[in-house]
C-alpha cells in the first residue's frame, strides 16, 4: 500500500513519536492526542480495517492486545485506560489501515453512549 501512511510509518518513511516497534506490531503517539495519553497500536501488515481482517491476522491481533496492556502500564495508565478501533466510515475510521487507540490519563465517559454523535 504505496500511499498509506501507516504503512509509511511502519517502514520509518514518515516520522512519530514511536513508543514499541518489533517485526509484526509499531506503536506510536497520536499527532492529535484526545487525552494525556493516546497512542494507537498498528499492525505492520497493511489491512484496511478489523472488517478485513482475516485468520492470517489472527496472532498479530492477539499480539496487539497483549502488547496494548504492557505499554499502557508502560505509559503509567495504572487506573485504566479505553482501547477503541474505529472500523470503517460508519465507524469513524478515517485512516484506512487497522489500528487501535489507547486513550488514558484522565477522566474518561462511564457511559458508552457518550461517544456517538446522536
Ligand atoms: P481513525 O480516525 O482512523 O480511527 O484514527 C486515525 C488517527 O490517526 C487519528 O487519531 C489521527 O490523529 C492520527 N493521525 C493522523 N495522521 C497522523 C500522523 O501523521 N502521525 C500520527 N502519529 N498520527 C496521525
Ligand atoms: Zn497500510
Do not use: W
Not at 504505496?2 to 512519530?16: M, Q, V
Not at 498479530?60 to 502500564?73: E, F
Amino acid at each position: 500500500m504505496s500511499d498509506c501512511l501507516f504503512c509509511k510509518i511502519a517502514a520509518g518513511e514518515i516520522p512519530a513519536k514511536k513508543i514499541f516497534e518489533d517485526d509484526d506490531v509499531i506503536a506510536f503517539h497520536d499527532i492529535h492526542p484526545v487525552a494525556p495519553v493516546h497512542f494507537l497500536v498498528v499492525p505492520k501488515v497493511h489491512v484496511d480495517s478489523l472488517a478485513h481482517a482475516t485468520a492470517e491476522h489472527q496472532a498479530v491481533l492477539g499480539k496487539m492486545l497483549l502488547l496494548t496492556a504492557k505499554l499502557a502500564k508502560e505509559q503509567g495508565l495504572d487506573d485504566g485506560y479505553r482501547t477503541i478501533i474505529n472500523t470503517g466510515h460508519g465507524g469513524g475510521q478515517t485512516f484506512f489501515h487497522l489500528h487501535m487507540h489507547v486513550i488514558g490519563g484522565k477522566p474518561l465517559t462511564t457511559n458508552i453512549s457518550d461517544i456517538t454523535t446522536q
